[in-house]
């Protein structure tokens, strides 16, 4: 078996449609972005369900109340949205933060007009 170099960087390019959490931001990577045909100006609201530890999106042309601006990344396809009271609210969003970069992205669902992810498959089946 021929060597190999080992790129610590290599990100997942799967196509799967994902948005993780970071510190102040929810990120929606590539693949999501298309796959709802997001067109800016887009808006976002958000919406929890603590007893599933689920996080709900609804993404919209224009402002609605409770709503956050999604913006694109500069040079990339993806976009993102900042919300910083979200993880001093819930807990339990707060703690998905000590989770490696990559528990953090989690493969994004559909019920209805709901996008969502599911957050109790990461950290020990979260409480």
């Given at each position: 078996m021929a060597w190999e170099e080992f790129d610590g960087y290599k990100r997942d390019r799967c196509?799967?449609?994902r948005i993780s959490i970071y510190y102040f931001t929810f990120a929606?990577?590539?693949s999501f972005v298309n796959l709802i045909?997001?067109?800016f100006p887009c808006y976002v609201v958000?919406?929890?369900?603590?007893?599933?530890k689920r996080i709900g999106f609804k993404f919209h042309q224009e402002r609605k109340?409770?709503?956050y601006k999604v913006s694109p990344y500069k040079n990339r396809k993806g976009a993102q949205f900042?919300?910083?009271?979200?993880?001093s609210?819930?807990?339990w969003i707060n703690e998905l933060l000590d989770l490696s970069i990559n528990e953090r992205r989690?493969?994004?669902k559909k019920e209805d007009d709901m996008y969502f992810i599911e957050t109790q498959t990461r950290k020990g089946e979260q409480k």
């Open positions: 196509g799967t449609p929606l990577n590539s045909e997001i067109e958000v919406y929890i369900d603590e007893e599933k109340k409770n709503s900042t919300n910083t009271q979200i993880k609210r819930y807990p989690f493969d994004v």
